[in-house]
């Protein structure tokens, strides 16, 4: 009988062959390959449709940070940065309607410490002690009118140039930048400075002003102006019911103001690198910025008008408590439409470098022209023999380098505006456009020196 076959026979593969010998390799016949296959495509589908949930809640999270993240970045650059808050609140001083305001309160305090009743009642004494007619003595009583209309004209004309005055823009700028923890007390609540929150009233701290024009009056011979009391040194800007709260997500933004715009920008790239197709993840990802961004430039409209509607007419004039508020706010503003045109940018190139019809059309065109300029190029004697071959094989490479470029220079920028957005999207854009053009321009290779001229 013969033996049965063991493990260790010596088969070449065998298991217990000890030779040295690679070990055979089983073949699946082709129904264990079909089920192969179908748990591989299983495990695809499971792993893939994993990532896509896990790269859709990176995405949520992204977007619903987004809005918080530009007012966040805001609130800390507005309050860290001197030289940014004072040129956030410097166009106060030269608006007219922010002036107007300044010229008829500080009219109105100094008009109101002089006595007009007291001096025509007076002169109707002393024309009445001196015999004067009735008549006389009872329109001397009625100079009350004119007599105070010509005191507010004669103060409003001291009073105007002091507020129109160069000298008054310098001095406010240097008020601000010497008073820096203003915008502080405007969104904690704590400290002092021009702009303050006393209670449920965000005031306007007018002193440096009123000090000037208290001067000034003394000098022209108003002494009674010397009587205006330092009380009077702030207008009430608006009355917000709920400025305690507001005041303390504000002082939360604050704190978190440095970190949840990296959050933000963490969790966006985290969600495109974690879905199976990067480039439609960072289509929809760029889209969905974009969508927040118009919705918080919406929110910023809501609050302008709900701020204008709770600012009564006998507080602050209309336009003036517009140019306050948008003078505040441009630099938020700026940075919202400049995310939103950069959203718009990026969801844009990522739909050019997909599959859809329309951008295999655009590919094309640019691909034409770019040929078509390389071989005037190269018919003019221009050709870019191995330099042009490189480009053309590393195009890929080449595109990725210049786009990071573009991207790194804008996130290098101090403070990006669309018109900076425009700049480096134009100049990578053009770096581009001059790489295809080379590329196109290597011409027929010359021969092996040109070959060992390769990169």
């Known amino acids: 009988m013969a033996p049965e076959a063991t493990p260790a026979s010596p088969e070449p593969g065998g298991a217990g062959d000890t030779g040295g010998e690679q070990p055979r390799r089983h073949t699946m016949t082709a129904q264990q390959h079909a089920e192969y296959e179908r748990l591989r495509r299983a495990a695809a589908v499971r792993h893939k449709g994993l990532r896509r949930a896990v790269a859709s809640v990176l995405l949520l999270l992204a ?16 309050v860290s940065d001197t030289d940014r808050y004072v040129e956030t609140v410097a166009p106060l001083a030269s608006d007219r309607a922010v002036r107007n305001v300044l010229i008829e309160r500080l009219t109105d305090r100094v008009v109101a410490n002089v006595d007009v009743e007291a001096v025509t009642e007076a002169l109707s004494r002393q024309l009445q002690q001196a015999g004067a007619p009735p008549g006389v003595v009872e329109g001397a009583e009625s100079l009350a009118g004119p007599l105070r209309s010509a005191v507010r004209g004669t103060v409003e004309r001291i009073v105007t140039p002091v507020i129109t005055s160069d000298a008054f823009e310098q001095a406010w700028r240097e008020s601000n930048r010497l008073a820096h923890a203003t915008v502080m007390s405007v969104l904690t609540g704590e400290g002092g400075g021009v702009v303050r929150a006393e209670g449920e009233n965000v005031q306007l701290d007018v002193g440096v002003v009123v000090d000037r024009v208290r001067e000034r009056l003394v000098d022209s011979g108003f002494d009674l102006a010397a ?14 019911e ?7 997500a504000l002082r939360l933004l604050d704190v978190v103001g440095v970190w949840v715009p990296v959050v933000t920008v963490l969790l966006a790239a985290a969600a495109v690198w974690t879905a199976p197709s990067h480039r439609l993840m960072l289509l929809i990802t760029a889209t969905g910025v974009g969508v927040m961004m118009a919705l918080l430039l919406v929110a910023l409209a809501v609050a302008r008008r709900i701020y204008l509607d709770s600012v009564p007419p006998s507080t602050l004039p209309p336009d003036a408590a517009s140019t306050i508020y948008d003078t505040f706010v441009r630099f938020l503003r700026d940075s919202t439409v400049t995310l939103l045109v950069v959203s718009v940018i990026t969801a844009l190139a990522a739909y050019l470098y997909g599959p859809g019809r329309l951008a295999r059309a655009v590919r094309r065109t ?11 190029l190269e018919r003019s004697g221009a050709r870019t023999g ?17 786009i990071a470029a573009g991207v790194l220079a804008l996130l290098l920028w101090n403070v990006p505006t669309v018109g900076s957005v425009a700049l480096v999207v134009g ?11 080379l590329a196109a321009a290597a011409g027929p290779v010359a021969g092996p020196e040109d070959r060992a001229a390769t990169p």
Do not use: C, N
Request: overall charge positive; charged content about 20%; hydrophobic content about 60%.
């Open 386 to 402: 191995a330099m042009g071959r490189w480009l053309a094989g590393h195009r890929a490479w080449t595109t990725g380098v210049v």
């Open 242 to 248: 709920e400025l305690d709260r507001v005041q303390g």
């Open 427 to 437: 100049l990578v854009l053009a770096v581009l456009v001059v790489l295809a053009v």
């Open 366 to 376: 640019a691909d034409r022209g770019s040929r078509a300029a390389g071989r005037a």
């Open 227 to 240: 009587a205006i009391p330092d009380s009077d040194r702030t207008i009430t800007l608006f009355r917000a």
């Open 63 to 78: 977007l619903l940070l987004a809005p918080l993240a530009v007012v966040a970045a805001w609130v800390d650059d507005t």
